[in-house]
């Protein structure tokens, strides 16, 4: 048999036994991938298992997320049931117990590759979810920053950009000049374009609840709603700071949205198909 056929037979079989929680969690019972190793005996596949959780441990990844103990009744004749040690893994888990288990074993090696190569899926799969929700935000900001703008023309506002500093002075405690140069953003970049998830949020509910404060606080003129916007973004960065989150002029700048909105799709379509590739 080929080692081509090999990959493909080893891969069919662990998809088959793969389980999946109403959460949509995949997960093995490590006695069912015992065989696929090359483990006969369930003391032996136990010591590996034994040795993952230390391996999980040491890379500061609570095991209890990833190894939970749980027993199975078997028939063991006669009709009597008797209880067996068995144990749920996570995809991470079953990727520590291949690296931990007999090198010499050729269904190591398979399962090595296969859960390498899965758990590169699923990075590919987390970036990509991370990019949408990121485009997301950055849609509803922009959406914000218009309706605050209008609630501001509504509240007298005639100079904009004074009236927008008053929010960032708020927030971030420097004017949009001054942030961009604490960030290192170039005097063309825009803020939101490489701001994360966390730092679009926050700006969101300032722009929101900045509005809110407009359209109901009966203001008429510039100078008390550059104050009102000012205290709104001042609340919600306390705010930050009471859960203990970082302040929003330290959170790191991401790859611009308008470069990776175009490109994203394409790089981990293509990842993807070097690995069907791989897994062959």
């Not at 389980?19 to 032996?44: H, M, N, P, T």
């Not at 040690?85 to 296969?114: F, H």
């Not at 609630?151 to 961009?180: C, M, P, T, W």
């Not at 330290?250 to 379509?269: C, N, Y």
Request: aromatic share 8%; net charge positive.
């Amino acid at each position: 048999m080929s080692q081509l056929v090999e990959k493909s037979d080893f891969s069919s079989s662990m998809d088959a036994i793969r389980k999946e929680s109403k959460d949509g969690v995949e997960f093995w019972y490590a006695r069912e991938i015992q065989e696929k190793l090359g483990y006969s005996r369930w003391e032996s596949f136990s010591d590996v298992i034994a040795k993952a959780r230390m391996a999980c441990q040491s890379a500061g990844v609570d095991p209890h997320y990833h190894f939970q103990d749980t027993t199975k009744k078997v028939a063991i004749g006669s009709g009597a049931m008797a209880s067996r040690a068995d144990c749920i893994v996570s995809r991470y888990a079953c990727y520590l117990i291949a690296m931990n288990g007999e090198s010499s074993k050729p269904e190591i090696g398979l399962a090595q590759t296969y859960f390498a190569v899965q758990a590169r899926r699923q990075e590919l799969r987390d970036q990509d979810h991370d990019v949408e929700k990121r485009l997301e935000l950055r849609e509803r900001v922009t959406t914000a920053f218009k309706e605050l703008g209008n609630a501001a023309k509504g509240a007298g506002v005639q100079n904009y950009a004074v009236f927008h500093d008053a929010g960032y002075r708020g927030l971030y405690k420097k004017s949009l000049k001054e942030l961009k140069a604490h960030k290192g953003l170039g005097e063309k970049e825009r803020l939101f374009d490489r701001a994360g998830r966390a730092e679009l949020a926050a700006n969101e509910f300032r722009m929101t609840q900045a509005e809110e404060r407009l359209r109901t606080s009966g203001i008429h003129n510039q100078q008390d709603a550059c104050l009102a916007h000012e205290q709104v973004g001042d609340e919600v960065r306390k705010a930050i700071d009471r859960i203990g989150g970082t302040m929003p002029e330290d959170l790191q700048l991401e790859e611009s949205l308008l470069k990776i909105g175009k490109t994203h799709k394409l790089k981990v379509a293509s990842s993807v198909k070097q690995l069907k590739q791989d897994d062959k």
